[in-house]
């Protein structure tokens, strides 16, 4: 089974908002850098919720997809969790943790991917 960047990315989009994720953000950067080419940015509230969403991410983009992460980081502290696809990487965040961090503010120019979530 193959999948686009952006398919994954949004399957784990909807994982992560299937757990309650808030301020669901998909960064496209394939104009900006080589190094991947969709960020996926959450919050979490606590460090159970974090963990929530990074199981169920890396669950529903194995069912969806057949892909699984190269790495997964972060999970010892549960502040700032990332799991990298290669082309996507996810970042999941405790809301303290993402303000300090300001990823969205560090990828500006990176427009952003519509997802529909609220609907």
């Known amino acids: 089974m193959s999948v686009t ?3 994954l990315a949004k399957v784990a989009a909807v994982a992560a908002d299937s757990k309650k994720a808030d301020d669901v953000v998909l960064l496209d950067l394939s104009p900006l850098t080589d190094v991947c080419d969709y960020f ?5 509230e606590n460090a ?3 963990d929530a969403i990074v199981d169920e991410v ?3 983009v ?3 997809c057949g892909v699984s992460p190269i790495s997964c980081e972060g999970r010892e502290g549960l502040s700032w969790v990332l799991v990298d696809y290669g082309s996507v990487v996810v ?3 405790r809301r303290e943790t993402r303000e300090f961090y ?3 503010t560090l990828w500006a120019d990176a427009p952003r991917v ?3 979530l609220d609907e």
Not at 40 to 44: A, D, I, R
């Open 5 to 7: 960047p952006l398919e």
């Open 102 to 104: 300001r990823l969205e």
């Open 48 to 50: 159970r919720q974090v």
């Open 114 to 116: 519509e997802l529909g």
């Open 62 to 64: 194995s069912a969806n």
């Open 58 to 60: 890396r669950t529903k």
């Open 40 to 44: 996926l940015v959450c919050t979490g």
């Open 91 to 93: 970042h999941v965040f």
